[in-house]
C-alpha cells in the first residue's frame, strides 16, 4: 500500500486538524471579547477607548456599541466552525468546496482587522489590567483562527479527484460494467415476424446459389 495522498478520506481526514485548531482559537477569541466587553462595562474611560477607534467606529462610543463589530466576527466565526463541522461529519465537505472557501476568506478578512485593532491596545496606557489582557486574548484568538482558517483554505481548495470522479462518473461505470445484451436467437427472430403476420427470413439467392 502506498503512502497516503491529498485525496479521498485522507484529503477528509487530514481537514479535522486545522478545524480542531480553528475551535481553539474561537474559544480564546470568545473570552478575550467577552473580557473587553465586561470590563468597559464596569469602568473604562470612553476617552481613552476612543484613541484606539474600532473597526467600524473611529469616534467615541458607548461600551455596548463599541464591540458590535468584534461580536459579530465572533459569532460569524462560530457559523462558519459549526458549517465545517456538519459538512465533515456527513463527509460532504467536497460537494461544498467553492462555497466553504469564500466562507471561509470572510472570516480571514474579519479577523485579520479584528485583531490589527486590539493590538494597538497593548500600547495604550489604559489604567485597566482587566481590559488590556482582554484585547490581548482577543488577539491571540483571532490571530489562531486566521491561520487555521488560512490552512483550511489550502486543504479544502485543494481538488479532490477521487470523490469527484466517483460522483461524476458513477452512471458512465454503471453504463460501462453492465453485461451485453445477448443476442437474439433464430426461434425468437421466427416469432417476432409471425408476430407481426410477417414470413419469416429466407436465405438470400447468393447464399442459395453458393449452398448448390
Not at 165 to 186: F, G, L, M, N, Q
Amino acid at each position: 500500500m502506498g503512502s497516503p495522498t491529498i485525496g479521498g478520506k485522507a484529503h477528509w481526514a487530514s481537514i479535522w486538524l486545522p478545524w480542531i485548531l480553528f475551535t481553539l482559537g474561537w474559544i480564546i477569541l470568545l473570552s478575550g471579547v467577552a473580557v473587553m466587553q465586561s470590563s468597559c462595562n464596569e469602568s473604562y474611560d470612553l476617552t481613552s477607548l476612543a484613541r484606539g477607534g474600532s473597526v467600524g467606529y473611529l469616534a467615541p462610543v458607548d461600551c455596548s456599541k463599541f464591540f458590535r463589530y468584534a461580536w459579530w466576527a465572533t459569532f460569524y466565526s462560530l457559523a462558519v466552525w459549526a458549517t465545517l463541522l456538519v459538512t465533515l461529519i456527513t463527509t460532504t465537505i467536497h460537494k461544498f468546496r467553492p462555497g466553504l472557501v469564500a466562507l471561509l476568506s470572510i472570516t480571514i478578512m474579519l479577523l485579520m482587522g479584528t485583531a490589527n485593532t486590539f493590538l494597538f491596545f497593548n500600547d495604550v496606557q489604559t489604567g485597566n489590567s482587566s481590559f488590556k489582557a482582554g484585547t490581548r486574548t482577543t488577539v491571540a484568538g483571532a490571530i489562531i483562527v486566521t491561520m487555521a482558517s488560512f490552512v483550511l483554505v489550502f486543504l479544502i481548495g485543494l481538488h479532490d479527484e477521487d470523490a469527484t470522479w466517483d460522483e461524476s462518473h458513477k452512471a458512465s461505470r454503471a453504463v460501462i460494467k453492465s453485461p451485453a445484451s445477448p443476442t437474439p436467437s433464430k426461434a425468437t427472430s421466427t416469432s417476432t415476424f409471425e408476430a407481426r403476420g410477417l414470413p419469416p427470413t429466407t436465405a438470400s439467392p447468393s447464399a442459395s446459389a453458393g449452398g448448390r
